[in-house]
């Protein structure tokens, strides 16, 4: 396989998802799958090929940064899945 | 014919002529839903005393002579756009009790030229997938037979139409999304340029290739929402400065215009192993009518087709692992209980996502992690400047392309599911209009044998809506 339970293990800790057992296993496997298929581009000759990121050509957009009032907190902190005197309520970020 | 059938056009006649009101038309399509939905399951959420509400403002709207061409039509979208008030979920259990405090520009458009919002549509968790049984709330059955895939990932607003649900609706096209449920349901489906119709609102997944459009009945209902929806957004800064021209005028461009018109047939879509030689008749049998229409026909190649869908699966899911990353339990959505910051975000993320939406965070932060950005995500980008060249040449010989939209009609629901490969190859035909940026429509073109209905597929140049959508056209009427 391509990449190995401890690597899933790995790269979801990274993304900060919690897997059984069980999905690591079927993810090392699908994923393997996929990977190996990737190896296709490797027919590609890519040398002096630039890389295509977007494909408007827009470059710099610029609007002006004004403050308005959105008429909306009520209805954005109604959507805070937990709320003290209107402010959100987070687990501490810092351990002592 | 009952009102929930009626196309875009019909529907606003009769409104207009005060023929029946929009009270009366949304009330068919609720009834309609409350009839099928049970079993088809295309939506999940339905907006049935708000849609009567903005119906009886439609009407009264209609009375004062100060209506539009949408309004009082009813309307449904995808639940990866956000509608204001009513619940987003995205499909996915992460944010089963999101009510955006906005509209998606697109559908504030809607709403403003009077649109009557009936419901929001199942579809894969936030676009991932091809047959819409990466749904948290369950699969969309195929209106044309139950035991069936709607396709996806915008299963449930093609099958919604399809089942005369709703009038038109709003979806969103990141390798294929509106396109091949669409084909699946044998209703139309349009992607329009990327660039050309905002994003802003729309739950983002591949933000370099998402785009945003309609599913209609005919192509013509198209061209008048795209009339509406599409242009510029300060809100999105990816939409381009190009004047929206009126695509009704260029739907209807006279004869002599389209005997101009060189229709090229790319070789590598038509000799595809696995494509369905039902598919395949019948999308010659479309280009045998534009010929017999006077179109020309030229053979035309894009050699770099087959590395498409590994290119995709590169891109989207390095794009998504990063988009995705707001989706945390933290400021809105569903947060799991936690005895950390750790876990609150990896548990809240852990229940929230289904399967394939994990696969995808996971190949992407794989993909994007040092050492291996330059073997994947730079590498995927370097060959998609080869397939965009591609198009490039080919445009230089025809004016538009036509293949399958495709490879096979609707499958059984569980055939693929286990097989994630198979899964992405179905979009095979879609990627690489995609990640070139071209506008591409499904038109319906018969059923097959099994009467399941099948899609033939028209790719154009950067901003030739208009013409895809007169070719589209010409092919079905």
């Known amino acids: 396989m391509v990449l190995t339970v401890e690597e899933v293990r790995k790269i979801a800790s990274l993304a900060r998802i919690k897997l059984s057992a069980d999905e690591e296993i079927r993810h090392a496997e699908t994923i393997s799958a996929v990977l190996d298929y990737m190896n296709i581009l490797n027919e590609v000759d890519t040398t002096d090929v630039e890389p295509t990121f977007q494909v408007t050509g827009l470059e710099d957009v610029f609007r002006e940064d004004v403050a308005a009032d959105s008429g909306r907190q009520a209805l954005i902190l109604g959507q805070m899945p937990q709320l003290e005197n209107n402010e959100l309520v987070v687990p501490e970020v810092f351990e002592e | ?477």
């Open chain 2, 1 to 477: 014919m009952n009102l929930n059938e009626l196309t875009i056009v019909r529907a606003a006649e009769g409104l207009r002529s005060k023929k029946f009101t929009s009270v009366e038309l949304t009330r068919t399509c609720l009834d309609r839903i409350k009839k099928r939905n049970p079993e088809v399951n295309a939506f999940i959420t339905v907006c049935e005393e708000s849609a009567l509400r903005e119906a009886k403002a439609a009407d009264e709207k209609i009375l004062k002579g100060k209506s539009e061409i949408l309004t009082g039509i009813p309307f449904s979208v995808k639940d990866a756009i956000c509608t204001r008030d009513v619940r987003s979920t995205g499909s996915a259990k992460i944010l089963d009790n999101y009510i955006p405090p906005f509209d998606a520009t697109v559908i504030r458009k809607i709403r403003e030229s009077g649109g009557v919002l009936i419901g929001k549509n199942n579809c894969d968790a936030f676009g991932h997938g091809a047959s819409n049984e990466n749904s948290m709330y369950g699969p969309v059955r195929n209106p044309h037979n139950l035991k069936m895939v709607a396709g996806g990932s915008s299963g449930g607003s093609a099958a919604a139409v399809a089942d005369n649900m709703c009038i038109f609706s709003i979806a969103e096209d990141t390798g294929g999304s509106i396109r091949q449920p669409a084909s699946l349901c044998g209703v139309v489906g349009l992607r329009p340029s990327y660039g050309r119709n905002s994003r802003h609102g729309i739950m983002p997944m591949a933000s370099s290739l998402d785009t945003v459009g309609p599913i209609t009945k005919t192509v013509e209902d198209a061209a008048l929402v795209m009339n509406v929806i599409a242009g510029r957004d300060k809100m999105d800064a990816t939409t381009v400065p190009e004047l929206v021209p009126d695509y009704i005028n260029e739907i209807r461009n006279p004869k002599s215009e389209i005997r101009n018109l060189r229709i090229g047939l790319p070789k590598e879509y038509f000799d595809l192993p696995g494509l369905d030689s039902e598919v395949r008749d019948r999308t010659l049998g479309a280009i045998e009518k534009l010929k017999k229409l006077g179109c020309e026909i030229v053979d035309v190649s894009l050699p770099h087709t087959k590395y498409a869908t590994a290119v995709y699966y590169i891109i989207v899911p390095s794009e998504d692992s990063s988009n995705l990353g707001r989706l945390d339990g933290i400021r809105y959505g569903v947060r799991a209980k936690a005895r950390d910051l750790y876990d609150l975000y990896a548990s809240s993320r852990a229940d929230g996502f289904p399967e394939e939406v994990k696969r995808r965070i996971l190949i992407g932060t794989y993909a994007l992690s040092a050492g291996y950005y330059d073997a994947y995500y730079r590498k995927a980008q370097q060959v998609r400047t080869l397939i965009r060249r591609d198009f490039d040449e080919v445009f230089k010989k025809a004016d538009a392309l036509i293949t399958p939209t495709s490879p096979f009609t609707a499958f059984a629901i569980g055939e693929k599911s286990s097989d994630t490969l198979a899964m992405y190859l179905a979009d095979v035909m879609e990627i690489p209009a995609s990640l070139s940026g071209m506008p591409a429509i499904t038109v319906p073109a018969g059923l097959s044998k099994n009467n399941l209905p099948i899609g033939v597929q028209v790719i154009g140049p950067r901003l030739a809506e208009g013409r895809v959508m007169q070719i589209g056209q010409l092919i079905t009427i």
